[in-house]
């Protein structure tokens, strides 16, 4: 089954404890992005890839980091988390295809840093 | 930059009613593609549905259309014989067809709330 997979689902931490939410994707696609949503925001983007080891900044990057360094995985990294990073975080992935291919999400990560 | 607007945070329609949600953007881009994405209670993302901006026909996945309407940077979402089922939060997203970052830029989002 195509897919996108978050892990862990649900997570509750503190703050400057650092953590690693994973994605991992099994369609062989090359454009992967982190989202964060939060309540009258809508979803905003973190971080995305292009391909393996091409990374950039999306509208929201202060506070993460994000590696590829194999095609299907593109982890999402808080090496101090803060309270206003408390958020549902999103991992997407698509085809590369000048912004025709559909984007599919996966089921979302809820972040609580107390 | 891309912007895209919903101005109407809540909604209720009776059950098998038609609702329509509204969505404007704004875009000096003359080919992109934009979308309705549903997300019900489990939070998961869903795809309602897609438009090219260089279609001038209004997209339709069975009970769900869209009214496009390019000049005016207009992208409504209709839903017919509503269900149950159809109670989520509807967002509107605008993609851009560059080369390089191919985010959604998505708008607010509109919580729908069908009544039995």
């Known amino acids: 089954e195509a897919q996108v997979t978050q892990n862990p689902r649900y997570l509750i931490t503190v703050t400057g404890k650092k953590l690693t939410v994973t994605c991992s994707q099994n369609?062989?696609?090359?454009?992967m992005s982190w989202y964060r949503q939060d309540p009258g925001l809508g979803l905003r983007q973190i971080y995305y890839?292009?391909?393996?080891?091409?990374?950039d900044k999306g509208d929201v990057p202060e506070g993460y980091k994000v590696s590829r360094k194999e095609k299907r995985n593109f982890p999402l990294i808080l090496e101090s988390p803060s309270p206003n990073q408390t958020s549902l975080y999103f991992c997407?992935?698509?085809?590369?295809?000048?912004?025709?291919?559909?984007?599919?999400f996966g089921p979302g990560t809820r972040l609580l840093v107390l | 930059a891309q912007t895209v607007t919903q101005s109407q945070p809540e909604m209720s329609v009776q059950e098998a009613e038609t609702v329509t949600l509204s969505c404007t953007y704004d875009?000096?881009?003359?080919?992109?593609?934009l979308f309705w994405y549903k997300q019900p209670p489990s939070r998961q993302m869903i795809l309602v549905i897609r438009?090219?901006?260089?279609?001038?026909q209004n997209a339709t996945e069975n009970r769900f259309s869209v009214n496009f309407q390019k000049a005016a940077k207009s992208f409504s979402l209709k839903i017919s014989d509503s269900q149950l089922g159809d109670t989520a939060m509807y967002f509107c997203?605008?993609?851009?067809?560059?080369?390089?970052?191919?985010?959604?830029?998505f708008g607010t989002g509109t919580r729908l709330t069908i009544i039995p």
């Open positions: 997407a992935s698509s085809l590369r295809g000048q912004g025709r291919e559909t984007q599919y």
């Open positions: 369609m062989n696609h090359e454009y």
């Open positions: 890839s292009m391909n393996v080891e091409v990374t």
């Open positions: 875009t000096s881009e003359s080919n992109y593609y």
């Open positions: 438009q090219e901006a260089y279609k001038q």
């Open positions: 997203a605008f993609r851009s067809p560059n080369f390089g970052n191919e985010k959604l830029t």
